[in-house]
């Protein structure tokens, strides 16, 4: 019998470090989790959030769906912190986007980790 995984889409970092934020779609098993992250460009008045457009060839070009939105980073975290994440070719403007950048790989190992049954989130805590 094949498990079907779990899915779970959230935003994280919101004003954290000093960003929009990004959203993430979590799918996992008791052993494993597939991740694609979104960067969130910009917020309406009421906190909606836009995404960079996939193959935007100048920005801005926002998009309010994921389904149209370029991924920031996307691959797998495992119960025992093996990972394979594609960050592709991100463009980082300085210290800030790096703190950002630093502050989201902690979060997605941290809450992969919670997700996941079988999940030894222990070695996060130091």
Same mark, same amino acid.
């Given at each position: 019998m094949?498990?079907?995984?779990?899915?779970?889409?959230?935003?994280?970092l919101? +004003?954290?470090? $000093? !960003?929009? !934020?990004?959203?993430v779609?979590?799918?996992?098993?008791e052993h494993?989790? +597939? @991740?694609k992250?979104?960067? %969130?460009?910009?917020r309406d008045? +009421?906190?909606? *959030?836009?995404?960079d457009?996939? $193959?935007?060839?100048?920005?801005?070009?926002?998009?309010?769906? %994921?389904d149209?939105?370029?991924?920031y980073?996307?691959?797998?975290?495992?119960w025992? !912190?093996?990972?394979e994440?594609?960050?592709?070719?991100?463009h980082w403007?300085? *210290?800030f986007?790096?703190?950002?950048?630093?502050?989201? @790989?902690?979060h @997605?190992?941290?809450?992969?980790?919670?997700?996941m049954?079988r $999940?030894?989130?222990e070695?996060?805590?130091?």
């Open positions: 094949t498990v079907k995984p779990q899915q779970l889409t959230e935003d994280c919101v +004003d954290v470090t $000093g !960003g929009f !934020g990004f959203r779609v979590f799918s996992y098993l494993w989790t +597939d @991740l992250v979104y960067k %969130i460009t910009s008045t +009421d906190g909606v *959030p836009s995404f457009r996939d $193959g935007a060839r100048s920005l801005p070009d926002p998009v309010d769906s %994921i149209e939105a370029e991924v980073l996307e691959g797998y975290i495992k025992d !912190g093996c990972s994440l594609d960050q592709g070719r991100p403007c300085g *210290p986007d790096y703190k950002q950048h630093i502050a989201l @790989l902690e @997605l190992y941290r809450r992969s980790q919670e997700l049954a $999940g030894n989130w070695p996060w805590d130091g």
